[in-house]
């Protein structure tokens, strides 16, 4: 049983360029989430999911965009690297309310 | 956006000493808390999901308390060893999304 597997593990962008996180979950949950970390600042939400083709945003979700076509897979786009999104980034899923979330093992990103 | 605080933001501990930290939230329209485990270069992993006010959880050492009243939970380490260093995340949920505390980094000493 995978859990929740993320790609890339790291990445070096440079400005203005795009990509795609992309994440992955094995265990058929309906809720999944994308964090970005900072130091200091805790796990602030990107935006989530609560089902096949149901995204919103987080907190944070400018310069982002989310798509969820399958229950398995939420990517995460960049559009326009830019410095501020240098940042870890962590894709988590959960199954019924009384559950704690799985988490991915986080994307490393700087963009230069 | 639900507000979460945790205090302190970090705390060094001897090795077998016991030691408590606090996390502070909205008293109003709770749902439930989370609490997680972040060892460095690892992802968080679920220590426990706190519903019912007065709830208490135990995880080997680690034990909480929920006191959705007066808004805060508590979260002990009794007889803390070198595993237990790493941040420990308190997050607030609505039912469809976490909102996460900055976090206690502990860091216990041999």
């Known amino acids: 049983n995978a859990g929740v597997t993320q790609t890339p593990k790291f990445r070096i962008l440079k400005i203005g360029q795009s990509m795609t996180l992309q994440c992955t979950q094995d265990m058929n949950h309906n809720y999944m989430y994308w964090y970005r970390q900072d130091p200091g600042m805790g796990l602030k939400l990107i935006y989530y999911s609560v089902g096949a083709g149901i995204t919103d945003k987080g907190e944070v979700p400018n310069g982002y965009n989310v798509s969820r076509s399958t229950t398995e897979d939420f990517p995460l786009r960049l559009e326009l690297a830019a410095p501020s999104q240098t940042s870890v980034y962590f894709c988590a899923s959960r199954g019924g309310s009384n559950y704690g979330y799985t988490f991915g093992s986080g994307t490393r990103l700087t963009v230069v | ?110």
């Not at chain 2, 501990?13 to 709770?30: A, I, K, L, R, Y």
């Not at chain 2, 609490?35 to 995880?59: C, H, I, Q």
């Open chain 2, 1 to 110: 956006i639900l507000n979460v605080e945790q205090s302190p933001q970090s705390l060094h501990v001897q090795e077998g000493d016991s030691t408590n930290f606090t996390c502070s939230f909205p008293s109003s329209n709770f749902y439930a808390l989370h609490w997680y485990r972040w060892e460095t270069a690892k992802s968080p992993e679920a220590l426990f999901v706190m519903t019912l006010n007065g709830d208490e959880k135990k995880k080997g050492r680690i034990s909480a308390t929920l006191n959705t009243k007066e808004g805060y939970s508590y979260l002990y380490i009794k007889g803390s060893q070198p595993e237990d260093s790493a941040t420990y995340l308190c997050a607030l949920t609505d039912d469809y999304k976490l909102s996460f505390g900055a976090g206690t980094t502990v860091t216990v000493r041999a």
